[in-house]
């Protein structure tokens, strides 16, 4: 599979507004970048029915490379004349993913069904996330500097997360289901936007720079119901009425770069619910 990527970095607090006849032409090359995935996977899998037990088991193998090429932007204005400076950036990665499942399915009754799995997952960066693009801004204000800068991150791992759900479902007939589960999730590698000024390195004298780094490890806990019908034994044009409502609850941890103590994971919702009224005939 190919993904090729063009996006737009908007980074017009980096002299875009400033009067320059070529401001055009800067703009031209800072606000492209490309990214090239190629991903080759290949998978096996089997299945067994043991009475009520159906027992299905694979591994999935996935290989990804990519290459990004984008542009670097400086503007300098304490060691040089503060003119933008352009230079292309590049950089090339390639890794494997093993990812196996087992999943099992038990019958306790023709209307009842128990479900577990145990699996494993990858999510790659988003294409602006590991862009090649770096800004730089060093500019005077009331005779000191003020440094910023914002950056991609090529060299960004995928995320990957193991799994563990438990599932029970009952039908009570017609177009109906009422679930109730719980999962764990561990998650390593996730992404995080963190400002890294002030870390030893490249940007240890900045007052800004943001990037997106790799986090170290996150926990999730949780439960989730739901309900579903169709409501066929009502008398038209009601029988056609479906109702949806099904509620998350969740708990998390998670390890940040920078950081001792865990906190919440980031953009983690910790309630999630939806309720959803419908008409099919």
């Known amino acids: 599979m190919r993904r090729p990527a063009v996006a737009e ?11 320059r006849a070529d401001d055009s032409a800067i703009d ?20 067994a029915d043991i009475g009520r037990l159906r027992l299905i088991g694979g591994l999935r193998v996935e290989q990804t490379d990519y290459s990004v090429r984008g542009t670097e932007l400086r503007i300098d204005e304490e060691s040089g004349s503060g003119d933008p400076q352009i230079a292309p950036l590049s950089a090339d990665k390639d ?11 038990y019958e306790l009754n023709e209307r009842t069904l128990l479900r577990a799995a145990v699996w494993r997952s990858v999510a790659r960066p988003g294409f602006e996330q590991a862009a090649a693009r770096t800004a730089i801004e060093i500019e005077e204000d009331d005779g ?36 109730a589960g719980v999962f764990y999730k561990r998650l390593e590698d996730f992404f995080v936007v963190s400002d890294i000024a002030g870390q030893p390195g490249a940007f240890e004298n900045f007052d800004e720079a943001i990037t997106t780094l790799n986090g170290e490890r996150a926990e999730l806990f949780g439960a989730e119901f739901s309900y579903s019908q169709k ?20 708990d998390s941890e998670a390890r940040l770069p920078q950081r001792d103590a865990k906190v919440p994971r980031p953009r983690q919702s910790d309630t999630l619910g939806n309720l959803a009224l419908g008409w099919e005939k």
């Open 28 to 47: 031209s090359q800072l606000e492209d970048y490309s990214l090239d995935e190629d991903i080759f996977a290949g998978y096996l899998m089997a299945s």
């Open 9 to 19: 970095l908007q980074l017009c607090r980096y002299g875009c507004a400033n009067d």
């Open 95 to 105: 890794y494997t993913d093993l990812m196996p499942s087992v999943n099992l399915r």
């Open 144 to 179: 000191a500097f003020e440094r910023n800068a914002e950056l991609g991150n090529p060299d960004l791992d995928p995320l990957t997360a193991d799994h563990l759900d438990l599932a029970w479902e009952f039908y009570p007939g017609g177009v109906a289901l009422i679930s």
């Open 231 to 250: 409501f066929s034994t009502l008398p038209a044009p009601f029988d056609g009425l479906l109702l949806l409502a099904n509620l998350t609850l969740t």
